[in-house]
């Protein structure tokens, strides 16, 4: 079955305001949702398929459709966690060209409240016991890594199964902590971190091979390039844990 021709994006809305407090998540989503079903000449009425991810209030997309009073033939509730409405296109899409439905919408509204998250450098990881050696070492300002006994690989990120092998026999070795810049950009603004921009988020190539998304910290984001040689530092979490971030070893580039 090809999907191609057979469904088309007829309507979009995008809330104006970034924070409303004065108002619940189911509000939030409701408004969104009539905003584009109102944009595409419509009303709940036409809609007959559902699309919306976790980030719905109560039970997710059952409970949404109850509160939008929709009569539906079709729903997913797919999360991918933060592409989940990228899916739902193709799946919406899908859905349609096999005669699910007919009328498809979904929307997102994000539940997180301003503020809740800790300011850069240093979100609170989550430790979990496939991770837990490689926290531990960050209270030691040691960067572990994995390797594949089998082919001698670096693993990044920290886990028990070899990507490129599938082998669980892997080994933790400290790392140099040293690398150079692969790639970065600077973050001037943005939901999630207000307040404390600029910042950058990079990609460090490690001297063992992997390369981590991280950030560039205590430099001035004007007179970094890539190719620049970094170290890695350790910030302390809100809860003792530390973060790994990179640091410019000289910001001339060597
Ligand atoms: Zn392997």
């Keep these: ?17 970034r924070e409303i407090p004065d108002k619940s998540l189911a509000q939030v989503h409701a408004e969104v949702a009539l905003g584009a079903v109102a944009d595409a000449g419509l009303t709940m009425a036409d809609v007959d398929g559902y699309f919306c991810a ?9 409970s949404m459709a109850d509160h939008l009073g929709l009569r539906l033939s079709y729903m997913d509730s797919t999360e991918t966690g933060g592409s989940s409405y990228l899916a739902h296109v193709g799946h919406a899409a ?3 060209a096999a005669g699910k439905c007919h009328v ?3 929307q997102h509204a ?3 409240e301003a503020g809740r998250m800790s300011s850069l450098p240093a979100p609170v990881p989550a430790v979990n016991p496939e991770t837990k050696p490689f926290w531990e070492a960050t209270t030691r300002h040691e960067l572990l890594l994995k390797r594949c006994d089998s082919r001698e690989a670096v693993i990044w ?7 490129a092998c599938s082998s669980t026999a892997t080994t933790w070795f400290p790392a140099s902590g040293r690398g150079m810049i692969y790639s970065f950009t600077v973050v001037r603004r943005g939901q999630g971190y207000r307040g404390v921009g600029p910042y950058m988020l990079a990609y460090v190539e490690l001297e063992e091979g992997p390369r981590l998304l991280t950030n560039i910290v205590d430099c001035n984001p004007d007179d970094v ?6 170290e890695v530092v350790f910030h302390e979490t809100e809860q003792k844990r530390h973060c790994p971030a990179s640091s410019v070893d000289d910001p001339q580039g060597g």
């Design 1 to 17: 079955m090809s999907i191609k021709g057979a469904a088309l994006i007829a309507g979009a809305y995008e809330h104006p305001l």
């Design 157 to 163: 990120y920290p886990r028990q199964v070899c990507p």
């Design 94 to 96: 899908t859905a349609i």
């Design 110 to 112: 994000d539940p997180r």
């Design 225 to 230: 390039a890539i190719g620049d040689p970094v």
């Design 54 to 62: 976790g980030d719905a209030p109560g039970f997710g997309a059952i």
């Design 104 to 106: 498809a919408f979904g």
